[in-house]
């Protein structure tokens, strides 16, 4: 049973470019959460997607989108990216009822911004 | 005011000792709560889980809640140099937020042989 599988794994980019990062579920989960994880930092909730709709934003800025897709796959895009977007992101996902509090993270894309 | 806290460390502790973190947390509305670990580079493991007042034991660990105090706490006993690492706790609030989880800024623990 695979895991929440993410990719890349590493990413560089400069400022002004834009990322796309991937992310796929744990079989059976439909639910799927972005984080954010700066250096020395606990991980900031991004949005959710569940029935390819975002379902709940955090604190960031519009430049951060994404989508799901009927598979339940997710994508994070971020818009030019600045120098302070570098960071861990970190997909997980859940099923949204039942034990959908339980949350099963990714390995992370590790995104540089130079 | 943050809505997890967490104490940056780092936390030393002798191999065989038992190593004690604590969490507290700012929304009364909260009623899950979680102990993950992240080795460095990695992603963060769950390991903990409790959602009732009280203590609830997994192996070497032991989480404690209470509400009431608005905190919850991890224990480690038989610390190993394997659980070196930073202890992140998370909570969440399903009423209000789904299962949003809200991080606290984690604690790092070294297990010095």
């Known amino acids: 049973d695979a895991g929440v599988t993410q990719s890349p794994t590493h990413l560089i980019k400069t400022r002004g470019q834009q990322v796309t990062l991937r992310c796929s579920p744990k079989s059976g989960h439909d639910t799927v959460s972005w984080y954010q994880q700066a250096l020395g930092q606990g991980p900031q909730f991004i949005f959710q997607?569940?029935?390819?709709?975002?379902?709940q934003r955090g604190n960031f800025p519009d430049r951060f989108s994404g989508h799901q897709f009927p598979n339940y796959s997710s994508e994070l895009n971020v818009n030019a990216l600045l120098l302070g977007d570098s960071a861990l992101y970190l997909c997980a996902s859940s099923r949204i009822q039942g034990s959908g509090e339980k949350l099963f993270f990714g390995s992370g894309t590790q995104l540089s911004v130079l | 005011q943050k809505e997890v806290e967490q104490n940056s460390g780092p936390l030393s502790v002798p191999e065989g000792a038992i190593a004690s973190l604590n969490c507290t947390y700012s929304d009364r509305g909260s009623q899950s709560f979680f102990w993950y670990r992240q080795y460095s580079g990695k992603s963060p493991e769950l390991i903990m889980s409790i959602y009732s007042n009280g203590d609830k034991e997994d192996g070497r660990f032991t989480a404690q809640l209470n509400k009431a105090s608005q905190y919850v706490s991890l224990l480690i006993r038989d610390s190993q140099p394997s659980d070196s690492a930073t202890y992140l706790c998370a909570v969440t609030n399903l009423k209000a937020a789904g299962n949003k989880l809200t991080f606290g800024g984690g604690t790092r623990v070294l297990v010095k042989p």
């Open positions: 997607y569940y029935e390819e709709e975002e379902r």
